[in-house]
């Protein structure tokens, strides 16, 4: 598994509705695209769920590198570019998947929540612990499904979180909805036993 996100932060007057025109019209054609686990198409708005900005910020869990690699070198990013610009795009390395009890539903929102990781942590222990508990925490009403990765360049654990309903306030994490999901390959996406 691979985690993928790009942000594009919007001006503050942006009308978030061509966004959500843009997911409605073109937002489909990943739902079968080969060796992506899910796509979730998501924004924030400025003043809601205590989001300072406007932004557009899709999240990816990828079931092979191929197809990420397609994906970013194909019509799809490409159309992005053209009308966005290049954004940076944020990428990991999956250390565990969990389902939640809602997975066959639709869900509405997302938390991304980032956590550093200190020099002298043993990664092994920490991402055991981190596992353990992204799938107690994936077991609780409302949760679609959780993913934990890890950026090695810059250290840093990633909770990534899709809910039925509105995310709950935790501390740290960035709320977002959700306008639309593709999940071609989300049966299949590893699980993933974290470090032994």
């Not at 997911?23 to 198409?41: I, M």
């Not at 990828?62 to 570019?81: D, E, I, K, Q, Y």
């Not at 389902?99 to 539903?105: K, S």
């Not at 960035?174 to 299949?188: M, Y």
């Amino acid at each position: 598994m691979h985690g993928m996100n790009y942000r594009i932060v919007l001006p503050a007057d942006y009308d978030m509705g061509v966004i959500r025109h843009r997911v409605e019209t073109r937002g489909h054609l990943l739902d079968a695209f080969p060796g992506l686990g899910l796509k979730a198409y998501l924004i924030r708005e400025r003043g809601t769920d205590g989001s300072p900005v406007n932004e557009y910020a899709p999240f990816y869990l990828w079931n092979t590198a191929h197809g990420m690699n397609s994906f970013l070198c194909g019509p799809g990013f490409r159309g992005l570019v053209a009308d966005f610009g290049r954004p940076a795009v944020e990428h990991w390395t999956g250390l565990a998947f969990a389902r939640g009890p809602a997975a066959a539903e639709v869900p509405a929102a997302a938390t991304r929540a980032a956590r550093p990781l200190r020099a002298d942590e043993p990664l092994e222990e920490v991402a055991a612990r981190a596992s353990a508990q992204l799938r107690k925490d994936a077991a609780r009403p409302g949760v679609h499904c959780a993913a934990l990765l890890l950026d090695p360049r810059h250290w840093e654990l990633l909770r990534f979180t899709l809910w039925r309903d509105a995310a709950p306030e935790e501390p740290g994490a960035e709320r977002f909805q959700v306008l639309h999901l593709s999940r071609p390959g989300l049966d299949t996406i590893d699980t993933g036993a974290g470090p032994a």
